[in-house]
C-alpha cells in the first residue's frame, strides 16, 4: 500500500542544461504524517551532494516557500524551477506498507538513487511549499530537523533504488493501491538513460536497438519539432537539442554492442 510519494523531474545526468519540476505526487500530512517524513528523508538522504554554495542558498529558498507555493519559474540553487516536466528524468521516492509476505514488519522508505541530488532537495522543498498551511508547517518541520542533522527517521526499513522507474500513482480515496504497472515492469533492467533516449524518439521497449532505426526516425522528428513546420516557437529549440542527445546516446549504445559483438 502507499502511503507517500514524491516524485522528482530533473534533467537527465547526460544533458548541460539544470532544470527541476514536480510531478504527482502524494504526501498527507494527517496521522503518521508520511508525506512530511518522506519529504524530510529526501532531504536528510541527498544533503551530502550539495555544495556550500548550495547550502547557504538552500536557506533563502526554504524561506520564500515557506510562505507558500513557489512562483516558477526561477533560479534556486543554480536549478532553473519550472512546472512544465517535457524530456526530464523522473527520480521516485516512496513510502509503502511494511512487506509482510516476506516477513516485514515496518514501512518501507524507497529512495531513488540514480539521479543527481540537488534537484531532490530542491523538488522536496517545492512539494513543502505546495501544501496547505497547516501541512506546510509540518512539512517544514521535517525538513528542517533534516538539515540540522541530516539522518534518515527511525522506524522504516530503507531500500535504495537506481533504475528510475517511472511509479504508480496514489490510489483514489476509498480504493486500494493497485501493485505492479505492465509499463513500468517492461522497462525494468534498462538504464534510465537509455530509456529516456529510446522514448524520445519514439522506440517500444523490447525493440532491437539499429542504426537505421536510430537514424531515420530522427530527421522526421526534427521536422515536426521545427517551427517552420508548424511547431510551436516555444521550447521548439529544446526539444531538438533532446533529440539530438537522445540519437548520439542511441548510437553510441549501438556502437558498442557492435564492437562487443565483433570482438
Known sequence: MLLGELNVRHTRRHMPTRRVALDHGYLPTGGPAFGAVLLGAVVAEHMGGLDEEQLEALGRLIEVARGGRLSVPRIGLRYRLQTDTHGLDLSR?????????????????????????????????????????????????????????????????????WEGLPGERPAAPGQAHRVGNGRADAWRGVPAERRWAME?????VGMTLRRN????????????????????????????AELSEARELLLGVIASVEVHAGG
Open 93 to 161: 521516492h516512496r513510502i509503502v506498507s511494511a512487506a509482510v509476505e516476506t516477513g516485514g514488519t515496518r514501512p518501507v522508505l524507497e529512495l531513488d538513487r540514480h539521479g543527481p541530488p540537488t534537484p531532490q532537495v530542491i523538488g522536496a522543498v517545492m512539494a513543502a511549499a505546495e501544501l496547505p498551511a497547516a501541512s506546510r508547517r509540518l512539512a517544514f518541520r521535517w525538513i528542517d530537523a533534516a538539515i540540522a542533522r541530516p539522518e534518515l527517521p527511525e522506524g522504516l526499513d530503507v531500500r535504495r533504488l
Open 200 to 204: 524520445v524518439l519514439g522506440l517500444r
Open 213 to 240: 532505426d536510430v537514424q531515420h526516425r530522427f530527421p522526421r522528428l526534427v521536422r515536426l519539432a521545427h517551427p517552420d513546420h508548424g511547431a510551436g516557437s516555444v521550447g521548439a529549440a529544446e526539444r531538438i
